[in-house]
């Protein structure tokens, strides 16, 4: 609007001030004015064509800004549903774990019973006899016998139940990943409130973790996190976890892990790890 009231304007001055020149200034100075009219109004038309320009380039950054946006909303989407895939993936593994982990319990159990009932058979085949009463009533005698007198052998000790969880630390650091999980598996399944559930959860992610087994070890890993938030072993396992999904080459879920960690426990342990690992990133 600006440009056509210029216009105008200067078309008016453009008519009325050669008429008005003619009778009081000579023609080249007329003509002077003429071309410096003729100067503004191009230059008034340009800088209107660069502030539309300008405009039109903001709305076309505004409108790039929010495709980028949509493309990030449907690509966190699609990550969402991908997690949802695995996460009911492992736990149907889970479910068919904890089955093998409640077999193996039975087949303990029945050897300790077995290995008991043998330990009774020999302790009574073992056991003194004494003298034998006829049918008569008659008392008889038994024979001395001479030379070194027999002693009977000492009873087995009896067998001593290993706490499942230091038998689960023990075939961990042997390396005996499957193991290892299926002993602190027991532990948490007769503890459900013991005092060291928490570590048993986190030995769970280190196991499967040792297996290269990191969609699985994400997951015990988020039981620690989200079950025992004040836990020394909370940032361990976030630790963990960030590591797990840059094994599996989702840096961009490993940086926004190993960023929480300093967020929520900046003073830990794991802190320096993190800044190191995020380091990387940049």
């Known amino acids: 609007m600006s440009l056509i ?6 078309g008016v001055i453009g008519i009325c001030l050669p008429v008005f020149l003619a009778n009081c200034a000579p023609q080249d100075k007329v ?9 503004l109004v191009l230059e008034n038309a340009s800088l209107n064509k660069k502030i539309n320009a300008m405009q039109g380039e903001q709305a076309m950054t505004l409108k790039s800004g929010q495709a980028d946006l949509y493309n990030r909303v449907e ?3 699609a990550e969402i549903l991908r997690l949802n895939g695995l996460i009911e993936q492992i736990e149907y593994r889970n479910k068919q774990d904890k089955q093998e982990v409640m077999r193996f319990a039975s ?13 009774k058979m020999m302790n009574e085949a073992m056991a003194p006899v004494g003298p034998e009463i006829p049918d008569d009533g008659r008392k008889v005698t038994a024979p001395v016998q001479t030379g070194a007198p027999v002693v009977a052998p000492p009873a087995p000790a009896p067998v001593k139940e290993v706490n499942p969880y230091d038998r689960g630390v023990e075939l961990y650091k042997q390396k005996d990943f499957k193991e290892a999980k299926k002993s602190f598996q027991v532990y948490i399944d007769k503890n459900p409130n013991g005092d060291k559930l928490d570590s048993a959860y986190f030995w769970l992610g280190d196991c499967e973790f040792g297996m290269g087994r990191y969609e699985e070890a994400i997951l015990e890993y988020q039981k620690v996190i989200s079950k025992f938030s004040k836990s020394n072993k909370a940032p361990a396992a976030l630790l963990k976890q960030a590591m797990s999904f840059e094994k599996l080459g989702d840096k961009q879920s490993a940086k926004i892990l190993y960023e929480k960690l300093l967020k929520q426990y900046p003073k830990s342990e794991q802190a320096p790890v993190a800044q190191k690992e995020l380091a990387k990133f940049k």
């Open 5 to 10: 009231l210029n216009k105008k304007l200067l």
């Open 107 to 119: 087949e303990v159990k029945e050897q300790i019973d077995k290995i008991n009932e043998r330990n």
């Open 31 to 39: 003509a002077m004015l003429e071309r410096r009219i003729d100067g």
């Open 75 to 77: 690509q966190v989407e």
